[in-house]
């Protein structure tokens, strides 16, 4: 009797274990499976996951310099969208998102990261009837020259000391010039918001502000005036206190 009892039990324990449980253990069912971190290559879910909250949802209107603007694109390359991606831009906002430089992205990654954009947003040959100023700068700048050139070619917006001014439409823009901001920003964001303007917020590229598209030169010297008012010590602890 005792025999039957265990039996019919074994035999019911095995019966209930198999429809409750169709794929034996170890081996996944039918449904989607979740890649893990390093198997994304998803240009969309990437740049969704690591770059629109500071460039924006569609690559514009976030509080970053937008990676939508084909001008940015076409002006930088996409080997350097790879190198600031990869290492971010040390003393900055802009952390680095390569894993050999910390981050959490592997070189895969950030590749398709560079060349989605360029594909998404890029407008091919935009720029080769008339060649921008090179992404790096070059030149030595002049911040006399500089302060002269801003009330040239940025004054009307930014007002004539850079303090702030106001669009056509009489939107008012804020001041360029405050230390907050300028301990935020590189020179090199400078100069690629000169070059490449900032569609998004209405400000127009290097050539498109007047008749006479700005040079090299100039545009090195309005970066370097911009520069050289941020102060010893902008964005950093004071070595004493003031």
Same mark, same amino acid.
């Given at each position: 009797?005792? !025999? ?11 019966? !209930? ?5 169709? *794929? ?22 990437? #740049? ?6 500071? *460039? ?14 084909? +001008? ?37 990654? +950030? ?9 998404? $947003?890029?407008?091919p040959n935009l720029l080769i009837s008339?060649?921008?100023?090179? #992404? ?8 006399? *020259? ?5 009330? +040239? ?71 370097? $005036? ?11 602890? #004071?070595?004493? *206190?003031?």
């Amino acid at each position: 009797m005792t !025999f039957r009892v265990c039996s019919l039990a074994a035999f019911m324990t095995l019966t !209930f274990g198999l429809l409750g449980c169709e *794929h034996p253990s170890g081996n996944p069912g039918p449904g989607p499976q979740v890649l893990r971190p390093e198997q994304q290559l998803d240009f969309a879910t990437l #740049y969704r996951t690591n770059c629109a909250g500071c *460039h924006g949802a569609n690559g514009n209107h976030g509080p970053a310099i937008p990676l939508s603007n084909p +001008v940015y694109l076409a002006f930088s390359g996409e080997d350097v969208l790879k190198t600031i991606t990869a290492k971010g831009i040390p003393g900055k906002l802009m952390p680095a998102f390569a894993k050999s430089a910390g981050g959490i992205l592997t070189d895969q990654q +950030v590749a398709i990261l560079a060349h989605g954009m360029i594909e998404a $947003w890029g407008k091919p040959n935009l720029l080769i009837s008339q060649p921008p100023p090179p #992404y790096k700068v070059t030149l030595n700048g002049d911040a006399i *020259h500089g302060q002269q050139q801003f009330a +040239v070619s940025c004054a009307s917006c930014h007002g004539p000391n850079g303090g702030g001014g106001q669009k056509g439409n009489g939107e008012k823009i804020g001041s360029i010039i405050d230390q907050s901001y300028l301990s935020l920003i590189s020179d090199q964001a400078l100069r690629s918001f000169v070059i490449a303007g900032l569609p998004d917020q209405g400000m127009p590229d290097w050539r498109s502000d007047s008749a006479i598209p700005m040079t090299d030169q100039q545009i090195t010297d309005v970066v370097t $005036w911009l520069a050289s008012l941020r102060g010893a010590n902008a964005g950093q602890p #004071y070595p004493v *206190h003031p």
